[in-house]
Every structure is written in C-alpha cells, then in structure tokens.
C-alpha cells in the first residue's frame, strides 16, 4: 500500500469516528428531548383536569344560584298579589266599618222616638255594635297578616340580591376559568369535559358553638352533624332561624357527630346564635 492509500485509510478512520461521535450526540438529544415532552403533556393533563373539575363546579353553581333566583321571583310576585288583595280587602272592611257607623248613629237618633221602638234600636245597636267590634278585629288581623306579608316580601328581596351577585361572580369565575383553558389550548365546552362529583346529603341539624372572628381569620360555627351524616369537607349549609335566612358556611372539620364551618355569607344586620336552624336542603 502506498503511503497516500495510508492516509486515506486513517481519514476514513477518523471521519468514522468523527461521525459516530455527532451520532451518539443527536441519538442522546433525542431521548433527552422525548422525556421532556412526556413530562410537560403529564404536566398539562393534571393542570386540564383540575380546571375542568373547577369550571364545572362554578358552572353548577351559576346554574343553582339562576334557579333559585326564578323561584324567589315568582315568590316575591305571589307574595305582592296577596299583600294587594289584602290591601284592598282592608280597604273595604273600612268602608264598610263607617257606613255601620253612620248607620249607628242614625239608629240611636231615631231610638227616641218612642220608648218601644228605642227599646228595639237600642236592641239593634248593640248588634251593630257588636258586629262593628268583630269587624274592628278582622282588620286588625288583616294588617297585622299585610305587615307580615311585607316582612316575608323584603326578606325575599334580600334573598334575591344575594343570589343574583352570588350569580354575577360565579359569571366572572367561569369566563375567567374560559379564558385560562383557551390559552392553553385546552377545550371550553362543558359537554366536552367528564367530571365526578359528589352534592351533600339532604340533612339538618342545629348550631352547637361559634366562634367570632379574629384578626387573620374568619367567623366558624360548630354544628350537631358530622361524616355520619354523609357530609365531607367543602360542603356549604344554609343556617336560618324561623324561616329567616340568616347565611352560609363551608365546611372545613369533620367528626363523625360534629363539623366546623367557616363563615362566606351573611345577611345584612343578621346574627348566628346557638340553637339556629342549619340545613342542606336550600
């Protein structure tokens, strides 16, 4: 062999590991490069699924909060219609209260024309009276009944306003959730999105303890129902005394007999005692 098919020999030795050395380098990005992927698809999978599980949870809620929102409405109009009728019943019962009256009036001045016929007008006044006593009283009730009817009007009302900015914020929540899933690409449909959840029992109990708020912390109430009742953490229960809507807690303490909520709902000028009313049911 001459001396420049030597050379050639070693270059082509060289250039082969030359090349060998660029193979193993791309081979090694590759797999470098697969295992990150893998990583961030994993990543965004977790991440997707968590906003489906949120965005449907709000989408839940707005829908609830829209429901009792009709039905507060249709309340607060069957509500009017009767405090009306009322009204114009009383109205009636006033006039008829002073055409009796006058009607009494007229009877005791005829009553002494004679001793008999003022025996017999003395005798129908006092029916009359008798009779304008009972309607006194039955327009007694019937204010007392409309005044009623005007407390249960406006705490409806307040119900109504509560659930209508409940309902404008869980709007926002989900147009935001919307708005983060399509910049990720990820699907905003609902119907495209499978989640699992689980409501709270139908139950009611009453408020054991409470515990005012602190700097840093929030208003908790102690309440007589527990995991044995069905209930997890994050469940909400509506607490109301008489029928009067008084707010809502979030439970975050479970024992099988008692749980621990956390105050996120007041009304106006209300106060939680112990004894109050708490249920699912609302």
Do not use: C
């Not at 020999?9 to 490069?33: D, E, R, S």
């Not at 709000?58 to 929102?69: I, R, S």
């Not at 129902?225 to 509506?238: C, M, N, P």
């Amino acid at each position: 062999m001459t001396f420049v098919g030597k050379i050639l020999v070693v270059l082509h030795l060289v250039l082969a590991v030359v090349f060998m050395g660029f193979a193993g380098a791309i081979y090694t990005a590759q797999v470098n490069w697969r295992t990150a992927k893998e990583t961030t698809q994993k990543q965004l999978d977790v991440a997707k699924k968590e906003l489906v599980e949120k965005s449907t949870a709000l989408t839940q809620a707005a829908d609830a909060a829209a429901k009792k929102e009709a039905d507060l409405q249709q309340q607060v109009t069957q509500l009017t219609g009767e405090k009306n009728a009322l009204t114009l019943r009383n109205t009636s019962l006033e006039a008829e209260t002073a055409r009796l009256k006058a009607l009494a009036n007229s009877e005791q001045k005829i009553a002494g024309l004679s001793t008999s016929e003022a025996e017999q007008r003395l005798l129908e006044a006092q029916l009359q009276r008798a009779r304008n006593i009972e309607l006194e009283n039955s327009r007694n009730q019937l204010i007392t009944a409309n005044n009623k009817l005007s407390d249960e009007i406006f705490g409806a009302k307040v119900k109504l306003d509560a659930l209508l900015a409940k309902h404008e914020e869980s709007l926002r929540e989900i147009a935001t959730m919307k708005s983060f899933l399509a910049s990720k690409d990820l699907p905003t449909d609902i119907k495209s999105m499978v989640v699992s959840t689980t409501p709270p029992p139908p139950v009611t109990g009453v408020v054991m303890d409470l515990r005012p708020a602190r700097p840093g912390t929030s208003e908790t109430v102690e309440i007589s129902l527990g995991s044995d009742d069905g209930l997890t953490k994050g469940h909400e229960l509506t607490i109301y005394r008489n029928d009067r809507y008084l707010g809502k807690i979030r439970l975050n303490f479970i024992t099988p007999d008692r749980a621990v909520g956390e105050v996120v709902e007041r009304t106006k000028n209300s106060t939680i005692q112990r004894g109050d009313n708490v249920t699912t049911r609302l």
